[in-house]
């Protein structure tokens, strides 16, 4: 193929590259067209097709059960056609086996060859993967990573620039220095991550944080050792790394090496950093730019734990946080929430030594939460399930973010539960602060569950968040203006905001429902029929793309009080939040193809419940039945209020005409 000039000669970061390659200069801040060539085939680099990077396409968090039995993992990761690492750790068994370890196995060794992050060993070929996937991986039927009645977490890293890289077969000299040699991150490595094959030997760890530096020190992965000064130390660029002798690298072996990026642009994926400990339950704030999914962490002046927590095993605002200890063998840990995420980093709640002595120095690694891609359809965000659930589970397609359920045949509270609080729910119904005594578990990778004892009566609403579309935040007020983050990417429309610890209202902002900032503007309670009221007034502002400028107001702020909000936004194609005056036959359009499969009403200019609807229950030409929000009531069946229509949906003359908002997804 020959080679074309791009425009001006140059192709900058953000500019989007059509087909074919390009010669560039290799100026600061430009790529060449190597660069370009690798960064479009690993599905990085800005293509017309592909017009932001996507955390969700290079990390997954895969929460599975052991069978004994071969099995497929699929976790929409490309293994086959770019390589990366696949972390496996067992969480739990009924009579746990001896060596509980960590497995970490490769695509550059060969997945079938395992190492242990908790033991010295070289790597055994034990066959417990037997392929990857262009979607994830195939377990074996033996044991090690599938041991029948056991639950499983796997973290795979896909290889990708700006985020890891996979480096095999690197052999030390005789003085245990490792010759320079290249990888493919495209930045200057935050974290690598070392290990001898074929030797019996501790694993080195490079941080970037560990000094300031950036590499005269190491630390062991295998164990609970402080870091260590190195004589020799890593030396790093965006496209080499070398080790010197003197860092615990053992002389005439093959090592390989794990090497993750750290970066600080809006479009980062993931983060290498530190913290010091100030030994108070109030501790360290760190500051990512956005809310991670993935968090380790490990004291670096004291011999403690390394520590492993993810969104999918409760790293939450909620009240636990199942740990793993990289180092140990340990089961899983549910000790409680010791560090919870924020919407834009993770703060340390605790004074133990493990997350926070006063003094010590902290490093850790942050991958961001995946809402970098907006859908492309309501079905890969927004699931029915009108079974009551399977065992009192819930089957969506996707991880759940929020799950609400409700009886449709009794006259029965609401439950909304969601995975930022973890065992708590709340009631649409009611103003009552959050109640624990509701089990509700989203460590489920296509669902969610609840302890109750469902039955089919129960039918399932559930969110996915994702960008431009859901978001959920979980804040504590503190009665002053202040502007609060949100990883929407876009202006929410519509929001509900709820005291988790207090009876206080529901507070529903919509963009259409009028009045001025700050003194005048309308806002609604969920959990009651009446018409718009400016009592509270939460917003001093409207509302941005990135974040919500909260008042002192005591219905969405108070100083102390734990709240949670969702927000909500029109995505084309995917969701619609607007507004309606109707009368006689009112038809909807929400800019969707196939109708709407959910659609939620409320009358403003005069009192009117949050009346819901589904395709699952059923909206046809003929009765559509509803269920209110605000309400106990069952399921009303005998009304025809809502028809079918393709670009969304359509009310009837029998509904009272009036003013209404509305939230419809497709």
Known sequence: ????????????????????PYLNSTASGIWTMDQVANYTKQGIW???????????SVFSTYLYDGTNVAQTITNGIDLAGKGGLVWQKLRAHPTPPDGQDHYLRDTERGVGKRLISNSTAGETNDGGITSVNSDGFALSSGTAGNLNGATYASWTFRKAPKFFDVVSGLTSDGS????????????????????????????????????????????????????????????AT?????????????????????LFAHETDAKSMIQCGSYTGNGSATGPVINLGWQPQWLMIKNASDARNWIIVDVMRGFSAGPQANTLFPNATNAEDPAGTRVKPTSTGFEIITSSFDYNKSGDDFIYMAIRVPMMIAPTAGTEVFAMDMDGGTNNHYTSGFPVDLGVYKSKLNTYNWSFNDRLRGAF??????????????????????????????????????????????????????SSNR?????????????????????????????????????????????QSGGVVAVYQPFTAAPTASTMALSASSGTNSSGVN???????????????????????????????????????????????????????????????????NSTAAEVTNTDYIDPLSSGFTITSTFTAGDYIFYAIA
């Not at 990888?183 to 030797?199: E, F, Q, R, Y």
């Not at 005291?499 to 969920?526: A, F, Q």
Request: proline share 4%; with cysteine.
């Open 1 to 20: 193929m020959s080679i074309k000039d791009w425009p001006g000669g140059v192709v900058s970061k953000d500019q989007v590259v059509p087909s074919g």
């Open 46 to 56: 800005p293509t017309a097709g592909n017009a932001e990077p996507d955390v969700a």
């Open 238 to 258: 965006d496209t080499t790394f070398e080790v010197g002798a003197g860092s615990a690298l053992v002389p005439s072996v093959t090592y390989v090496a794990y």
């Open 563 to 629: 709240y949670i909000a969702y927000l909500f936004a029109t995505l084309a194609g995917v969701s619609k939040v607007g507004s309606v005056t109707h009368s006689g036959t009112t038809n909807v359009d929400c800019g969707f193809s196939a109708g709407a499969r959910f659609v939620l009403l409320k009358r403003t200019d005069a009192t009117g419940d949050w009346y819901i609807w589904d395709s699952a229950r059923g909206i046809s030409a003929g009765n559509d039945p509803y269920l209110q929000l």
């Open 425 to 478: 729910s709340l009631k649409s119904n009611t103003n009552a602060a959050e109640n624990g005594n509701t089990l509700a578990v989203f460590d489920n990778n296509t669902g969610w569950a609840d302890s109750a004892a469902l039955t089919s009566e129960y039918p399932s609403w559930m969110w996915k968040r994702a960008k431009s579309y859901f978001d959920v935040l979980a804040y504590t007020g503190n």
């Open 176 to 235: 245990g220095n490792l010759p320079q040699f290249n990888h493919n991150l495209g930045s200057t490595p935050g974290c690598v991550i070392m290990k001898a094959t074929d030797s019996g030997s501790n694993w080195v760890v490079f941080h970037k944080g560990l000094s300031a530096s950036g590499a005269n020190q190491y630390i062991q992965l295998n164990n609970t050792n402080a870091a260590t000064n190195a004589t020799g130390f890593g030396i």
């Open 483 to 527: 502007n609060l983050s949100h990883n929407l990417a876009v202006a929410p429309e519509m929001v509900w905001f709820k005291s988790r610890s207090s009876t206080v209202d529901w507070i529903v902002y919509h963009k259409d429902l009028g009045g001025t900032y700050p003194s005048s503007r309308n806002y609604l309670y969920l959990n």
